[in-house]
T-cell receptor
Framework: GDSVTQMEGPVTLSEEAFLTINCTYT??????LFWYVQYPGEGLQLLLK?????DKGSNKGFEATYRKETTSFHLEKGSVQVSDSAVYFC??????????FGKGTRLSVIA | DARVTQTPRHKVTEMGQEVTMRCQPI?????VFWYRQTMMQGLELLAY????????DSGMPKDRFSAEMPDATLATLKIQPSEPRDSAVYFC?????????????FGSGTRLTVV
């Protein structure tokens, strides 16, 4: 079945550092890809998405490019802030099936 | 902004007691999901409904869990009897079945502690 693999955390960065969180997927067909973010004590929020190969999703300074050749959707941000500290989930969806999530990567940004 | 509302936000109960969690999906969303989040397992899909009909509940322990949608504005997840291993955060999410392009909107979750 479909699956998502994320780099294990936690990831600890200093403010203004560059962030990459790796995500690869396995799917039959052509899924849509998503990044969700979960702040402490809250539910998941959609951060960005890409629906076809070579699409780039972006939001709040975060970006991810749908790479079909490497089955990847890595999340990047050029300069992280303390307020970006959260858990980040990569996910995919094929057709009308439910979202399949990775296990999440916890990011801590220190001032 | 439209939101998914879950109640209660926190619940502490004794082993063996019945627990009911409620979810009000976003108006117009026809698909509702129940997820459970734990440190060990991450996010697990328990069940989901489309147009109020259950489509898949294979993620739920059938002997103690049940999920229903009595109407389009309410989804419930019930555990009877509860056990300490059920301690987790339970999330409800809603979405439309517009196809793969659409993500879901999540509620803030119910944090359940069974002692």
């Amino acid at each position: 079945g479909d699956s998502v693999t994320q780099m294990e955390g936690p990831v600890t960065l200093s403010e203004e550092a560059f962030l990459t969180i790796n995500c690869t997927y396995t799917a039959t067909g052509y899924p849509s890809l998503f990044w969700y973010v979960q702040y402490p004590g809250e539910g998941l929020q959609l951060l960005l998405k890409a629906t076809k190969a070579d699409d780039k999703g972006s939001n709040k300074g975060f970006e991810a490019t749908y790479r079909k050749e490497t089955t990847s959707f890595h999340l990047e941000k050029g300069s992280v802030q303390v307020s970006d500290s959260a858990v980040y989930f990569c996910a995919l969806r094929s057709g009308n099936t439910p979202l399949v999530f990775g296990k999440g990567t916890r990011l801590s940004v220190i001032a | 902004d439209a939101r998914v509302t879950q109640t209660p936000r926190h619940k502490v109960t004794e082993m063996g007691q019945e627990v009911t969690m409620r979810c009000q999906p976003i108006l117009g969303h026809n698909t509702v999901f129940w997820y459970r989040q734990t440190m060990m397992q991450g996010l697990e899909l328990l069940a989901y409904f489309r147009n109020r009909a259950p489509l898949d509940d294979s993620g739920m322990p059938k002997d103690r869990f049940s999920a229903e949608m009595p109407d389009a504005t309410l989804a419930t997840l019930k555990i009877q009897p509860s056990e300490p291993r059920d301690s987790a955060v339970y999330f409800c999410a809603s979405g439309s079945n517009g196809g793969a392009n659409y993500g879901y909107t999540f509620g803030s979750g119910t944090r359940l502690t069974v002692v």
